[in-house]
């Protein structure tokens, strides 16, 4: 279905103008004022729950005025890059249609978005490499969901297959994080096992048979796990509240009454198993195995990533791919280092590249082009994320689009 639809865009768009797809009954002047102003209302409005998140691992420092002021910063700078994004993509829409007298593929599509994404610079990087990774991480979602290759579409309704596949990605993943001492985001956090690590190291040997924890294994794994279920409950919580806020605030009675329905147990399910079997299995391996704490690790991610068949979800896989290929380009890195090598030509000339900047602009024109010709095969926060940021105008393409598909 996906191949037709791509081969039936050169007839939808056959005599049709920029003002058809974008801006019916306006000129292209009056449709990027609007494209301006309702870039820079659906950025304010995107971006909140996006700078507040960050806010709510830092509990603890919010009697701090600089944790105030770096939020402010950072939601300042998402928002003028969000306006710029947006106002500059349809802006390059209509002249690309002017400048190639018609509509292209990608050039039509995915260019003028990928241009306006040159703003990502405005952003911190940070949000800029995690926005990237996880649009990138729907493009690959939409390659699996519309491949027709035989082993694709199995591992698309086994959830064995996928856990088993997941189960890989979370080992080397976790095994390499752990084996580089990174505390970088995955859904089991080493940081504690870090920490213990650290401290075996700087205990010149004695302390090298126990695990590392400043209290005993059992009291250590308790506070774990409170502390993995607190975590989690937040981050459920985070996931039912903010994409409702404005109908908790028009009628919270009724958001009150669907609590428990829409509450996403198999997200809380996920992150407990996942992190609580991790934490347990490698603290008991380290304690009773035989094997050196490299090994136990590798053990215990394995035994962590049964928590997947609790949250299933393409968002989770896709991270495995791209994450490991990150944390593996990392370890050749810090093994360079390590050895007191200098790093090969090819890694100097990658690390000279604005990598996350180029992978956002990629994602942004990719997911955008998706969105318009195959919404059914794109992730659900694409749709989301692109209605709120363009204040509903990318809805509005992806409708006209239709209507010229069905010839209305
Ligand atoms: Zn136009
Ligand atoms: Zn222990």
Redesign the pocket.
């Known amino acids: 279905m996906a191949g037709n639809i791509s081969k039936h865009f050169y007839q939808a768009v056959a005599n049709k103008t920029c003002a058809d797809f974008h801006h019916p009954g306006k000129t292209c002047l009056q449709a990027v004022q609007e494209s301006a102003v309702a870039g820079l209302f659906g950025s304010l409005k995107f971006y909140l729950p996006l700078c507040i998140l960050p806010l709510l691992f830092k509990i603890k420092q919010w009697n701090e005025k600089k944790t105030w002021k770096e939020f402010l910063i950072n939601y300042c700078r998402c928002v003028f890059s969000g306006f710029f994004i947006t106002t500059t993509g349809f802006w390059v829409f209509c002249m690309s249609y002017k400048i190639f007298k018609g509509f292209y593929l990608p050039l039509s599509v995915c260019l003028p978005s990928s241009l306006g994404a040159v703003f990502c610079g405005i952003m911190p990087k940070k949000f800029v490499h995690i926005d990237g990774i996880g649009l990138f991480n729907m493009y690959i979602e939409f390659i699996i969901k519309q491949s027709k290759q035989k082993s694709i579409v199995w591992l698309r309704n086994s959830l064995v297959g996928a856990t088993c596949l997941y189960s890989f990605f979370n080992s080397v993943m976790i095994y390499y994080l752990y084996k580089i001492r990174s505390n970088r985001f995955w859904f089991v956090n080493i940081g504690n096992e870090l920490k ?1 690590i650290k401290r075996i190291e700087n205990d010149s040997g004695e302390n090298i048979m ?4 400043e209290t ?2 059992d009291e ?2 308790k506070k774990e796990f409170k502390n993995i279920s607190l975590f989690a409950f937040g981050v459920s919580l985070f996931k039912l509240i903010f994409p409702r806020l404005s109908s908790i605030i028009k009628n919270p009675g009724n958001f009150m009454k669907n609590i428990f329905k829409k509450f996403d147990y198999g997200l809380l399910a996920f992150l407990i198993v996942s992190n609580g079997l991790f934490k347990f299995t ?3 391996l ?2 009773y195995g035989k094997f050196s704490r490299d090994v136990n690790c590798l053990i215990a991610a394995f035994a962590s990533s049964i928590g997947y068949v609790f949250y299933p979800r393409y968002i989770i896989f896709t991270m495995g791919i791209t994450s490991i290929i990150e944390v593996l380009y990392k370890y050749i890195e810090h093994t360079y280092v390590t050895q007191n090598k200098e790093l090969p030509e090819i890694m100097k000339f990658i690390n000279r590249l604005p990598c996350s900047e180029l992978l956002y602009m990629f994602s942004i024109g990719m997911t955008f082009q998706l969105r318009v010709i195959y919404p059914h095969l794109t992730n659900k926060f694409v749709h989301k994320m692109m209605s709120i940021g363009s204040g509903g105008r990318s809805d509005e393409v992806t409708k006209n689009y239709f209507k010229m598909m069905v010839g209305w």
């Open positions: 213990a126990n695990c590392g924890h005993s294994c250590y794994l490698f603290c008991r380290n304690q």
